[in-house]
């Protein structure tokens, strides 16, 4: 046990280490870094003012209304922005088998899932967190908020991180068989994330089962949402899937990991 | 001390090629067979060999980065592909055609972050960056972005780089590709130091044979995946008989040249090619052709790898 906390704790400082590089890089061209960080701020802006305009129109979408869909949009945009964050740079992992980077990063003495996320950190992405945090907070204003409540919140949370971080590994792997998947990877990762910036209630029965049981967003922030909300599930399912998000997310982190392991395995086997 | 311990070593590739309009054939490359060879701590071997006869998917599997198909291996004591991350402590990789280096970021920066990655011993740590600064006349250069660099400042520091962790063994793939005469030379001056003084073992591909010339005392050929020569640079000229030629322009057409030691291979024009053994030195022969005709100008071509592997087989 002993060695793993201590495996962990370099891998850590690992990342931090190599992180801090790219951002020191990011900081050579000063200029390119502030446009990059604001254009991604107002990007990231529009997509909610869009959804507001909406609203502005139709009071209500799927039975919710404004500061509740901000809730679910929020809690996933939290999810989506930290996971993007850390870890987002997995999704150029082919692009690594294809110039030979990826051949460095294996005599190296760090992780190789390590090295692939840690590899061109941008801090511009914080501007699509702190966006998210700013409609979290707006769309908090719908809850009654318990002790309860807030600890289920930091749960879903920390659950959505964890769940979309699992996405990113997992679908970026498919890149060691056919080098060029980004986009279907992407499919299911900001697609997931788009799909969850919406009420639950907008889609047929099955899209709702799909994304429960094949693909499980919905437990990034729909059924723990519906508990914050105080609302019954309206597709009558469980109400004790508002707390099953963490095991969710142990679930595809598994998943993920088996991914990246085989599909370095696959990598070191066949050299292409 | 075997440091370097290769038995049998093999290494298929399955291609698939396209046959008709849908089909698809599926067809087993061997990269590597039969491959035999131990090298032991300290030496300095040359591991050449024509395009795709095997030479980086051998470095690859000795570095852990590809896993043999069958046979034995063993890289200072470990097995490399299932002990990767131990054995990248223990030896270094340069790979001269790109570069490890943090583009945008001063040299200095590079050498920091690879002290803490391999947790280097700060105070080692800082009089091994001060003697390789040194030896290889980097000191003006720390503070420079990578990007800034020339190729064969950014090649130093590159063989910099991969040396701050002490590695027993360093791995360099083509490391004189592109550099001019000078670096070239003060590269391999750096190299024998490096080897005569920390005995740091070295194992280079190339396709410049004097590379192997100044450095090597021992090279390993390889061609279709195997061994076919492994022993002294002066034996496989022996035994191939390979030859270095004499490019000769002179101011007038002429008959072929004739002088003692050489052959004229070719006339074209004032230009004629003379071809002599390559362990043989070029004195004589250039100063007979220049005492009985008049020169405009004169150039020596050394044998490829390519001629010397064909000489190997036609020898054999």
């Known amino acids: 046990m002993a060695e793993v906390t201590a495996a962990v704790r370099g891998a850590c400082q690992e990342y931090v280490w190599i992180a801090a590089m790219w951002v020191r890089s990011a900081l050579a061209y000063p200029w390119s870094f502030w446009i990059l960080v604001v254009g991604s701020a107002l990007i990231t802006l529009l997509d909610f003012v869009g959804l507001g305009l909406m609203f502005h129109t139709i009071p209500h979408l799927g039975g919710f209304g404004l500061r509740e869909v901000a809730l679910l949009y929020g809690a996933s945009g939290i999810g989506i922005g930290v996971a993007d964050l ?26 190789l899932l390590v090295q692939v996320c840690a590899d061109r950190f941008a801090v511009r992405r914080l501007g699509r967190i702190s966006q998210a945090l700013v409609v979290f907070a707006y769309g908090a204003g719908s809850v009654d908020w318990t002790l309860a409540k807030v600890g289920l919140a930091l749960v879903m949370v920390v659950s959505a991180c964890l769940i979309f971080f699992s996405f990113f590994v997992a679908f970026s792997c498919i890149q060691f068989w056919t080098v060029d998947s980004t986009e279907f990877a992407n499919a299911f990762t900001y697609g997931g994330n788009t799909m969850t910036q919406y009420p639950m209630t907008i889609f047929p029965r099955e899209v709702l089962k799909g994304l429960t049981f094949l693909i499980p967003v919905a437990f990034v922030n729909w059924y723990p949402c519906l508990f914050l909300l105080g609302r019954p599930d309206p597709f009558g399912l469980p109400g004790w899937f508002a707390f099953v998000s963490p095991v969710v997310a142990g679930l595809t982190l598994t998943v993920a990991g088996l991914a990246w392991t085989s599909g370095v395995r696959h990598y070191t086997s066949t050299g292409s | ?139 003006d250069l720390l503070d420079t972005p990578v990007r800034q660099l020339s190729l064969g400042q950014r090649m130093r520091g590159d063989i910099t780089a991969a040396l701050l962790h002490d590695p027993e063994i360093l791995y360099l793939d083509e490391p ?53 020569f492994d022993g002294p640079l002066a034996d496989l000229h022996r035994r191939g008989g390979s030859r270095r030629t004499l490019v000769v322009d002179l101011v007038d057409e002429a008959p072929p040249i004739e002088v003692p030691g050489a052959s004229t291979r070719r006339v074209e024009g ?6 002599f053994p390559a362990g043989a030195s070029a004195a004589p022969i250039v100063s007979a052709v220049a005492a009985a005709y008049a020169v405009a100008d004169l150039s020596i071509q050394e044998p490829d790898i390519e001629d010397v592997i064909r000489d190997i087989y036609a020898g054999a």
């Open chain 1, 86 to 111: 850390v870890i987002g740079s997995v999704e150029q992992v082919g692009l690594h088998v294809r110039t030979g980077t990826l051949d460095a990063m294996l005599t190296r003495p760090v992780p």
């Open chain 2, 1 to 139: 001390m075997t440091l370097i311990d290769v038995r049998d070593l093999a290494r298929t590739f399955v291609v698939r090629k396209r046959s008709g309009r849908l089909g698809r054939t599926r067809t087993e490359v061997e990269a590597v067979r039969d491959l035999t060879f131990d090298i032991d701590a300290g030496e300095m071997v040359g591991y050449i060999g024509p395009n795709g006869a095997g030479k980086s998917t051998t470095i690859k599997m000795l570095t852990g980065i590809l896993v043999p198909t069958s046979g034995h291996l063993r890289v200072s004591g470990l097995e490399p592909s299932t002990q990767r991350t131990d054995l990248a402590r223990r030896i270094g990789v340069v790979f001269g055609q790109r570069t490890t280096l943090w583009w945008d970021l001063p040299l200095r920066d590079s050498f920091e972050l690879l002290q803490k990655i391999y947790r280097v011993d700060p105070v080692r740590h800082r009089r091994n960056l001060q003697e390789y600064v040194e030896l290889l006349d980097l000191g």
């Open chain 2, 176 to 228: 004189t590709i592109g550099l001019d005469v000078v670096s070239k030379g003060r590269l391999r001056e750096f190299l024998r130091t490096l080897n005569a003084e920390r005995g740091t073992t070295l194992m280079l591909t190339t396709h410049d044979l004097q590379d192997i010339e100044a450095l090597c005392d021992r090279v390993i050929v390889i061609d279709h995946g195997t061994a076919v």
């Open chain 2, 270 to 275: 004032p230009r004629q090619w003379l071809s």
